[in-house]
């Protein structure tokens, strides 16, 4: 009887362990992994004197990053884009740790972060995301955060509202002691507060036959080029205006077309529609599915879809009447006439006599118009 009690006591034991495991906050596992993870990655001691935690909409994520702080974007599943920033004085840490392998006591002197600065700095970004996805492997924020990696670096906070979705965020600010006097400074990481939706699934599966013939026709036609623009915005001025322009000259675009960026195949079909933003550095067009926010399609000034409009114009059209009679000759008013019958003979000219040169004889031939034995 004591040995089943005490079976019964360690199953409890360890349900009650598993319970506690998955209530475990979210900001105290971040807590224990930022310790961990800058110890085994740049054996950086540091203590966590604060860590906050919230919920923002994009506008209010704009104003969080410190000036000059190291701006990264990470990617994780389904294209979903989060934020990790890194103050002044956590950033010289990381790179002293891994120039000079010790953090200085004085205060590094202000300056604009780098692309050499984030590349020092991915691996420890990416051991963060890694390790802070699996403390959160239990509970209901399993999976939340899983996939994330470092993507790319951004040279100051003004492209945020471009790359990022205009979603909720969940912003965990660590407030870091790194160890030395007057060098403490935050971590910000900021991810999508909902997971990415799975993609969709709808295409219907495919037999062999057609697996074969879609693999040859992609074969053959994916090699040819395709020209696609990314139209930003088209605008009508007077020709008094185009023949004025010159070098500096400021066209005016309305802010609503960062959000409706419209892709054009030759001849100005339209191909997609997407949101300009920032990717490695460079200018980029993401793209949107026709039911996401902001893709609908544009169209440029003063045009006009021709199948929408012909749609409603054949539906509001009245039916056909039929056709009056035509009037006779007697009926036509004020003493109109009818034209006199053209005389047959009249209307054609004579024919010219046709000169054909000498046939040869068809000695020998039967003539196919021979009417003897008829």
């Known amino acids: 009887m004591e040995a089943r009690r005490s079976i019964l006591r360690r199953k409890a034991q360890a349900v009650r362990r598993r319970g506690r495991a998955a209530r475990v ?32 909409s994009l506008a ?9 702080a190291l701006l990264t974007i990470v990617e994780g599943p389904a294209e979903a884009l989060g934020l990790v920033g890194l103050a002044p004085p956590v950033l010289s840490a990381v790179i002293e ?6 953090v200085l006591d004085t205060a590094p002197q202000p300056r604009k972060p780098t692309v050499t600065d984030a590349a020092m700095s991915a691996p420890l970004i990416d051991r963060i995301l890694v390790e802070f996805a699996a403390a959160l492997s239990e509970g209901e924020d399993a999976g939340w955060s899983r996939g994330y990696r470092f993507a790319s670096p951004l040279e100051d906070a003004r492209p945020l509202g471009l790359v990022l979705e205009d979603c909720s965020y969940r912003v965990f600010v660590a407030t870091l002691d790194l160890g030395a006097p007057a ?15 799975a993609p969709r699934r709808d295409a219907p599966r495919r037999g ?5 013939w ?19 915005h088209r605008a009508s001025l007077p020709l008094a205006d185009v023949m ?28 997609a529609h997407g949101r300009l ?34 749609a409603p114009a054949l539906a509001d059209a009245p039916a056909p009447q039929p056709a009056a009679a035509v009037p006779a000759a007697a009926e036509l008013g004020d003493g109109g006439t009818a034209p006199p019958d053209p005389d047959p003979q009249d209307e054609l000219p004579d024919l010219p006599e046709l000169e054909l040169a000498d046939l040869p004889d068809l000695a020998g031939q039967e003539s196919p118009f021979s009417t003897e034995g008829g």
């Open 25 to 56: 906050p979210a900001a105290k596992a971040l807590r224990r992994v930022l310790g961990r993870a800058t110890r085994d990655e740049l054996q950086l001691p540091l203590t966590v004197v604060d860590l906050r935690a919230e919920r923002v």
């Open 244 to 271: 004025a322009l010159a070098p500096g000259s400021v066209l005016p675009v309305p802010g609503s077309a960062l959000e409706q960026v419209a892709l054009e195949g030759p001849g100005g079909r339209p191909v």
């Open 277 to 310: 933003g920032l990717r490695m550095g460079w200018r980029a067009v993401r793209l949107q599915e026709a039911g996401e926010a902001g893709a609908v399609p544009r169209r440029a000034a003063g045009s006009t879809d021709a199948s929408s409009a012909a």
């Open 183 to 197: 060098r403490t400074g935050e971590l910000l990481i900021a991810l999508p507060a909902e997971p990415p939706a």
């Open 208 to 212: 062999a036959a057609d697996s074969a």
């Open 214 to 232: 879609s693999a040859m026709m992609e074969k053959a036609v994916l090699p040819a080029p395709a020209r696609v623009e990314a139209v930003l």
């Open 60 to 68: 209010e994520l704009l104003d969080l990053p410190q000036p000059q």
């Open 97 to 102: 740790m891994q120039t000079i392998g010790r």
